[in-house]
């Protein structure tokens, strides 16, 4: 039987569907879902061989000293290539670094427009000049694997600052590449592409809201979102959209693809909270990728609380 590739999944209204399916079978396979799954607990640990692109290394920045030691080792570096929720080019998780090997983003601007003094267009180099810092954030993904990761880059504040943001902002839309042609899923109607996800403007100008260009002190790898990343370590994965294109400061909440694919599920904060739990699975534990077996408690905004607590009532889901 012929085995169909990722790109021909049937996806007329299934696609939040498959996606569930491929969310349930994924923490089943933690042993954190109520069901073994078909995956089987290795799948975590067992991802592809794929080879991995060659990336430049950054020599130019500064390791900012407030963001050295998380209390976890870093992941392993490979696991972090080769292990990706990408679904512009597929459900499976190990695909994205095949399928991604074409996705050159160059020439690449960065937009950034809505209720601001001066809209401005930034490409990687304009960034660069800004000073990049490494910063050692923990992640920590809806589905209940968890990463500590060395990212490079700028604070989104300071990328916000240059456009003179309207004081009538009061959120903002990250826009994610939209290009059918190389990104296969992007073909289908089915999801609201492209990836768009959004931030409160206190939330966005909150220090620990970087703009990440690089990991490991090499560019990004295409299937983790090159060239340029949002990371908010205190939220749940899929508030950090890959490979944006814009970002626009509004009066209203923009719409979120999560939120408006599974509103039930995906809240528009998104915020880490070990008590809240998914509606087909608990968010106490985590299971760290790379470490065989290893899951640990889930702590309240990550462990950030200190950084954003502030900024919330503590019902924002
Ligand atoms: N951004 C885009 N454009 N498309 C995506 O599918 N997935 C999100 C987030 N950003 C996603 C995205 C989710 S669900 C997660 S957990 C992280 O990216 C995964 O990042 P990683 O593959 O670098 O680990």
């Known amino acids: 039987m012929r085995r169909k590739k990722d790109w021909e999944l049937r996806e007329t209204h299934a696609t939040p569907e498959a996606v569930f399916r491929t969310r349930r079978r994924f923490v089943s396979a933690l042993g954190l879902g109520a069901v073994g799954g078909a995956l089987g607990a290795?799948?975590?640990?067992?991802?592809?061989?794929?080879?991995?692109?060659?990336?430049?290394?950054?020599?130019?920045?500064?390791?900012?000293?407030?963001?050295?030691?998380?209390?976890?080792?870093?992941?392993?570096?490979d696991k972090v290539f080769r292990f990706n929720n990408f679904y512009e080019f597929s459900l499976d998780k190990r695909a994205p670094i095949r399928l991604c090997r074409n996705?050159?983003?160059?020439?690449?601007?960065?937009?950034?427009?809505?209720?601001?003094?001066?809209p401005i267009t930034l490409d990687l180099d304009d960034i660069r000049k800004m000073g990049l810092e490494q910063r050692v954030y923990r992640?920590?993904?809806?589905?209940?694997?968890?990463?500590t990761l060395p990212w490079m880059g700028v604070p989104l504040s300071s990328l916000l600052a240059l456009a003179e943001p309207l004081a009538e902002a009061r959120f903002i839309s990250m826009t994610s590449f939209?290009?059918?042609?190389?990104a296969p899923r992007q073909n289908s109607s089915a999801s609201p592409w492209p990836y768009q996800e959004g931030l409160t403007i206190a939330e966005a100008m909150n220090p620990l809201t970087f703009a990440a260009v690089g990991l490991y002190g090499k560019m990004l790898q295409p299937q983790n979102g090159a060239p340029f990343r949002i990371v908010t370590p205190w939220k749940y994965g899929f508030k950090g959209p890959k490979s944006v294109v814009k970002i626009r400061l509004l009066r209203s909440q923009p719409s979120t693809f999560w939120n408006s694919l599974q509103g039930q599920e995906y809240g528009f904060y998104g915020n880490v909270n070990p008590h809240q739990p998914h509606p087909r699975w608990s968010q106490k534990r985590e299971a760290l990728l790379g470490e065989w077996g290893r899951r640990v408690a889930t702590e309240e905004y990550n462990g950030y609380g200190r950084w954003v607590a502030d900024m919330y009532s503590g019902n924002e889901y």
Not at 49 to 77: C, M, S, Y
Not at 103 to 118: A, S, Y
């Open 103 to 118: 996705f050159k983003l160059d020439p690449w601007k960065l937009q950034i427009d809505g209720l601001v003094k001066k």
């Open 178 to 182: 939209f290009d059918p042609s190389i």
């Open 42 to 77: 290795a799948g975590l640990q067992q991802v592809t061989q794929a080879r991995i692109l060659p990336t430049k290394a950054f020599t130019d920045f500064r390791v900012n000293p407030e963001f050295v030691d998380v209390g976890r080792a870093l992941t392993r570096e």
């Open 139 to 147: 992640f920590r993904c809806v589905e209940a694997w968890a990463m």
